[in-house]
Every structure is written in structure tokens, then in C-alpha cells.
Nanobody
Framework: QVQLAESGGGLVQAGGSLRLSCAAS????????MGWFRQAPGKEREFVSY????????YYADSVKGRFTISRDNAKNTVYLQLNSLKPEDTAVYYC?????????????????WGQGTQVTVSS
């Protein structure tokens, strides 16, 4: 069992930055791949970024590539998402998720545990 808690969201102007954190409970955090997803009002939850259990591989949605950076610190049981050059269309609730087994990294149904989400609002 893994419990996840996101933090770091807030209101920021376009072009600004935020750093999201996702703290995990449990001793097996390092065996999970982690993902970040987001959901805007009236839209489906969509993939944002993924990081392998050891941090050795990462993936990004095309819409955030070059602006967002995912990282993890297994000693602290935490995964991060650095959001730079934010745009109004990045406004959403951001969720972190843990995936134990292989499967498509961009498919939200492949993830086993989810946090409650943190709101990111980007004003124009």
C-alpha cells in the first residue's frame, strides 16, 4: 500500500514557475514508477510526465516537453515536478500516481495509487 500526498500548487502568472512535490508513505516507494497527471474542469485526466523507479528514464507529454521536469529522491520518498514557463492552459488539478508493474506509462488505468491532487492556476 502506498499513500501519496501532493503539495506546491498555487496561483501564478503566465511565464512563472512552480515546484510540485508528491510525498509517499511506505518502504517500497523506490520500487514504484511514478507519474504526474492533470485534469482541467470538464476535461479528461491527462498524462503529464513519468519517471522510472530509479529515475533512469523519463517521459513527457508533448504539451509540457521542455518546460516541465520530473525528478525523484528515493531517500526522501518524494517525486517532484518542476513547472516552468507556465501558460494559462496548464491550469488544472495535478495528481501524482504510483505504478508497480509494467504497462503504458501514459495510461492512467495502469497506475495503482493516486494522491488527492493539488490545484495549479495560471493567470494571463
Amino acid at each position: 500500500q502506498v499513500q501519496l500526498a501532493e503539495s506546491g500548487g498555487g496561483l501564478v502568472q503566465a511565464g512563472g514557475s512552480l515546484r510540485l512535490s508528491c510525498a509517499a508513505s511506505g518502504r517500497t516507494f523506490s520500487s514504484y514508477a511514478m507519474g504526474w497527471f492533470r485534469q482541467a474542469p470538464g476535461k479528461e485526466r491527462e498524462f503529464v510526465s513519468y519517471i522510472r523507479w530509479d529515475g533512469g528514464r523519463t517521459y513527457y507529454a508533448d504539451s509540457v516537453k521542455g518546460r516541465f521536469t520530473i525528478s525523484r529522491d528515493n531517500a526522501k520518498n518524494t517525486v517532484y515536478l518542476q513547472l516552468n514557463s507556465l501558460k494559462p492552459e496548464d491550469t488544472a488539478v495535478y495528481y501524482c500516481a504510483a505504478k508497480r508493474y509494467s504497462g503504458s506509462y501514459y495510461d492512467k488505468y495502469q497506475y495503482d495509487y493516486w494522491g488527492q491532487g493539488t490545484q495549479v492556476t495560471v493567470s494571463s
